[in-house]
């Protein structure tokens, strides 16, 4: 049975299963972060749809690895230009939630895989946090070791910046279109998988990649119970046990109330 609102009993039930389960995935997407004030990549609004650059590229061509490889001063630019709207931003209640379902005894082993590099996830408290894109405020050199973590691209005085150490253009921590995913999180995220989840949601993401859509898929097979949270409809929405059509702050507060009723 798929139900689609924040209805008392479809939350109960949710809340009920959340209860149950040992280990809990939450995988989460731009849309968490929209109540921050960022904008979402996809969907209405987004920052990808339908943007060419003043250089006349495909937003994704621009902040790709093959660009950065080749013009790092156009990839940067973008990128600055994309964290601009992050400036100042923070968590909001939808990772707090999350942070502090991590943290009760109340609640299961829970886990979050994130698509976003913003790092709201640990800034908010949650510690068994995947970034499987990466972390847009942590540099490095891509010759030497340096490295640091900026608060705001707003702190970099001239694009593309420079290590301090060997001159070497810097550029952060994130992966970019066309780059593979990065090895140590990809590990972690097969070897929780390989442990199991006894319930896995999916919040805010369009669902667009494999590794975010298998998860859910390879619940939803084992017959464990299944959550979208999303205002839209995505490719996960008849499948999943659990359609809340809400925007995730809205749905993961009143969900973490609805389980507190519960104790």
Same mark, same amino acid.
């Given at each position: 049975m798929n139900r689609k609102s924040l209805d008392p009993e479809t939350l109960d039930a949710v809340a009920a299963h959340l209860r149950e389960a040992r280990r809990i995935l939450f995988i989460t997407g731009a849309g968490i972060s929209a109540d921050s004030g960022l904008s979402t990549y996809r969907g209405q609004g987004g920052l990808y749809n339908d943007t060419v650059t003043d250089e006349g590229f495909p937003i994704e061509e621009a902040v790709s690895g093959p660009m950065f490889q080749k013009r790092p001063d156009i990839t940067w630019k973008y990128l600055s230009m994309m964290s601009e709207g992050t400036r100042g931003a923070t968590f909001n209640d939808g990772h707090r939630v999350l942070a502090e379902m991590e943290h009760d005894p109340?609640? $299961?082993?829970? #886990?979050? %895989? &994130? +698509?976003?590099?913003? $790092?709201?996830?640990?800034?908010?408290? =949650?510690?068994?946090? @995947?970034? @499987?894109?990466?972390? =847009? !405020?942590? %540099?490095?050199? &891509?010759?030497?070791? #340096? /490295?640091?973590?900026? /608060? =705001?691209?707003?702190?970099? &005085?001239?694009?593309?910046?420079?290590? *301090?150490?060997?001159d070497a253009?810097?550029?952060?921590?994130?992966? %970019?279109f066309e780059e593979m995913? *990065? /090895?140590?999180?990809?590990? !972690? %995220?097969?070897? /929780? +998988?390989?442990r199991g989840f006894d319930m896995v949601f999916s919040i805010g993401t369009s669902s667009l990649f494999p590794y975010i859509v298998q998860p859910v898929l390879d619940a939803h097979r084992k017959g464990a119970p299944t959550v979208e949270i999303n205002p839209d409809q995505t490719d996960l929405s008849d499948i999943v046990t659990y359609k809340l059509a809400s925007g995730a702050r809205d749905a993961l507060t009143a969900l973490w109330q609805h389980f507190g009723a519960q104790r």
């Open positions: 109340a609640v $299961g082993e829970v #886990w979050v %895989l &994130t +698509q976003n590099v913003d $790092g709201f996830h640990r800034a908010a408290g =949650s510690e068994n946090v @995947i970034e @499987i894109h990466g972390n =847009s !405020r942590e %540099l490095h050199c &891509t010759v030497c070791p #340096w /490295e640091t973590h900026v /608060e =705001s691209y707003g702190e970099i &005085t001239a694009l593309p910046p420079r290590c *301090p150490e060997c253009v810097v550029r952060p921590r994130v992966v %970019l995913l *990065p /090895e140590a999180a990809t590990k !972690r %995220l097969f070897v /929780e +998988q390989a």
